[in-house]
């Protein structure tokens, strides 16, 4: 839905918790591979900048060469992937915990249902107002 900031939240959201399954099933997969790095994905805090831009107040840009303070558009939110290799606890170098990376499975199972079911109500919200009533 074209210029709908909260469907543009919902879309984000979805894609960088599908990121970050897929960097935890890379993490379980490779719990036993000497010297990898489990990887994490973070997107969170540039969706906060975004719902949060109307009360901050952007610098003034002469030139577009210049650096913004704000993001201008939810288009411009990518979740990103880092490898977190500074955590070695085992003897083979691999950093991976079993027991965490299930609990972050669970957890972003959870928000991705619970962002499904945002999404299911918001897109049934768009068929009442098209259809005028029930």
């Known amino acids: 839905m074209r210029g709908d900031l909260t469907w543009g939240v919902i879309e984000k959201d979805l894609e960088g918790l599908a990121r970050r ?8 997969a490779n719990m036993n591979t000497p010297k990898y790095a489990r990887k994490e994905v973070s997107f969170e805090d540039q969706l906060k900048e975004i719902i949060d831009m109307p009360s901050r107040l952007p610098m003034k840009r002469s030139s577009e060469r210049h650096f913004s303070n704000v993001r201008t558009d939810i288009t411009e939110v990518k979740p990103w992937e880092r490898q977190v290799g500074y955590e070695i606890y085992r003897l083979d170098q691999n950093n991976v915990d079993p027991d965490t990376e299930v609990a972050r499975l669970a957890e972003t199972r959870m928000m991705y249902q619970a962002m499904s079911r945002v999404m299911t109500r918001k897109i049934s919200m768009y068929r009442r107002a098209i259809g005028g009533g029930a």
Request: net charge negative; no cysteine.
């Open 21 to 28: 399954m897929e960097a935890t099933s890379q993490n379980m």
